[in-house]
């Protein structure tokens, strides 16, 4: 197996798939993301056994949700890191700080997309940290606890780009 | 020697709550190295369920770096990892030069490659030290930390710093090698092929070290394929895997050196793999020393950005200082993706730019984040007395999971 046959076996699961050598970024898109957990498993079953990194780009009309794969049992996809990416719709934005509230408006839930973990259990922790940071929420995931953040921070989605603070806020009782 | 108990694959469903199990609380405060939790369920005195609690140290890493020039990031990504700098350094300046369409001179390459082999060395020794004053061996962590300052000088001849190097820059690295760092590099080489006899003397082939860790945290290959462990605990459970060698960056291609592997994954394997990485690291400094290229240290193109006084610097003192157009550098919209073998495992980065000044997404992962799953599954069915010596063979370090 090669990068133009797992190219060829991907398209066939009806993604859209990209490769640029140069910038070692192999992308696997895949428009709707109740399918994504399908094209995870055969991912899986072609050889990329095992999660790098899981996270979110904030886009102003979307989000796209990443999952990084690599293979550590098939030699010839070792140097190769598959990107599984999808968007997902974005919810209200955050408002302007109230000083009265305390707060940015409303609070906004997070955007649920199928968790992978069952997939690649290497997704676990990479999953709960993407969860805190963008807001997603992963249907399936057995634990979505905050893990980097504290739980004050929880809701606040910090790495989408509407993020911002209040000086009043940084002030340590 | 223990047996194992519970089973690692059923381990995360056994529901704890109940009068049965203990909960027993280990940190946050430094219990080895960096400051993180381990809540650990107990069933008697054995482990039934880990849970790490981790981001004490969380320093907002990514959140910095994308509201920074792309340069600016790279003190940031270094004070995440200090025991390993400059492999923290040099994956983000892989990805960067595969987004800006850079590529490093040789010479540069083989400094990146010889300034990486000499930080794996005091990052392995960093790590046995650890894992000596878990075992409670206060001999050897004084003799691990004592002979990382031979290396740490070394660094400091070359960079000019001891730990935060940000040695390396897009295009090349920021200081050609010194007069007479040859003969004082293969001096250092010397002296640690002896000292690596009196490790094994004292610590590697101790009866009471083999006791406390033979079959001791043992993750078998098709688990640690599955959860995804990375660097010498994967190579110890028997997986060839090598970011080096299977996926090459800087001068890793030209040089031969060969990637150790271990049968067991037990916590004595991870002992000896990071001892014998320590070897292949020297024999890969010996050949770069022997075959470093002459030439440039800086690509063409930044080259003739240089002023004349910086020129000059750069003729006289073969040092590199930063041309203005450094501080606004704005890469082609699209995204990269970089991967290097840092001590402790594989560091992946992911950056995505806009066209911009700043980074539009500015995404790593270090390898002790990636090891935490492993972490979970690791310690399940041993005594509560062996997880010092499993949370020490991991060599896990808390600020670098944290970011």
């Known amino acids: 197996m090669n990068a133009d046959e797992l190219k060829t076996a991907l398209e066939a699961e009806g993604a859209k798939v990209t490769y640029d050598q140069k910038r070692k970024v192999f992308d696997v898109f895949v428009q709707d993301p109740s399918r994504i957990k399908q094209v995870a498993r055969k991912m899986l079953e072609l050889g990329l056994d095992h999660v790098v990194s899981v996270t979110g780009v904030d886009y102003p009309d979307r989000i796209e949700v990443i999952w990084h794969a690599s293979s550590y049992s098939v030699d010839s996809l070792e140097g190769l890191v598959v990107a599984l990416r999808t968007p997902i719709s974005k919810g209200p934005p955050r408002q302007a700080y109230d000083p009265r509230t305390r707060t940015y408006g409303p609070a906004r839930p997070p955007l649920p997309v199928d968790s992978l973990t069952d997939v690649w259990p290497s997704a676990l922790f990479l999953e709960r940290e993407a969860h805190e940071m963008f807001g997603i929420e992963f249907r399936g995931h057995p634990d979505l606890r905050p893990i980097l953040l504290s739980d004050d921070f929880y809701g606040k989605w910090p790495l989408r780009k509407d993020f911002t603070y209040d000086k009043s806020e940084l002030k340590v009782a | ?403």
Request: charged share 25%; proline share 6%.
């Open chain 2, 1 to 403: 020697m223990s047996e194992r108990v519970y089973n690692i694959e059923e381990a995360p469903n056994i529901d704890v709550s109940g009068d049965r199990y203990i909960m027993l609380q280990i940190g946050p405060s430094h219990p080895g190295s960096g400051h993180m939790r381990i809540k650990v369920w107990l069933d008697g005195d054995i482990v039934v369920k880990v849970d790490p609690d981790i981001g004490f140290v969380h320093r907002t890493s990514e959140w910095l770096s994308e509201r920074r020039e792309f340069i600016k990031a790279i003190p940031i990504v270094e004070r995440i990892m200090l025991p390993d700098t400059i492999h923290a350094n040099l994956s983000y300046i892989t990805t960067l030069e595969r987004l800006l369409g850079l590529e490093a001179p040789p010479r540069a390459q083989y400094l990146r490659t010889l300034a990486a082999e000499i930080n794996r060395i005091t990052s392995h020794l960093y790590g046995i030290g650890i894992f000596g004053i878990f075992l409670g061996s206060s001999t050897v962590y004084m003799w691990a930390f004592g002979d990382r300052e031979p290396f740490i000088d070394l660094m400091e001849m070359l960079t000019g710093a001891r730990i935060t190097y940000s040695y390396i820059i897009p295009g090349g690295v920021r200081w050609d090698m010194p007069k007479g760092f040859k003969e004082r590099a293969e001096k250092v080489l010397e002296y640690m092929e002896k000292r690596l006899k009196d490790y094994d003397d004292i610590w590697v082939k101790n009866p009471v070290v083999q006791s406390r860790c033979v079959n001791v945290g043992v993750i078998d290959k098709t688990n640690a394929i599955r959860l995804g462990v990375v660097g010498p605990n994967l190579r110890a459970s028997g997986v060839y895997y090598d970011t080096r060698k299977h996926d090459p960056y800087a001068a890793y291609q030209n040089v031969d050196f060969e990637v150790p592997t271990f049968k067991n994954g037990d916590a004595y394997d991870r002992l000896l793999i990071r001892v014998e990485e320590i070897k292949q690291s020297m024999k890969i400094i010996k050949q770069v020393l022997k075959d470093m290229p002459e030439g440039k240290i800086i690509d063409e193109g930044t080259y003739k950005q240089l002023n004349p006084v910086m020129k000059k610097v750069y003729d006289e003192r073969a040092r590199v200082m930063f041309p203005a157009f450094y501080n606004h550098m704005r890469p082609q919209p699209g995204e990269a993706t970089g991967r290097v073998e840092a001590g402790r495992g594989e560091i992946f980065f992911y950056l995505r730019s806009d066209g911009g000044k700043y980074p539009y997404r500015f995404r790593w992962v270090t390898p002790s984040f990636r090891n935490l799953p492993f972490f979970t599954h690791v310690a399940v069915g041993y005594r509560l007395a062996d997880l010092p010596a499993i949370y020490g063979s991991v060599d896990y370090f808390p600020p670098e999971a944290d970011r």
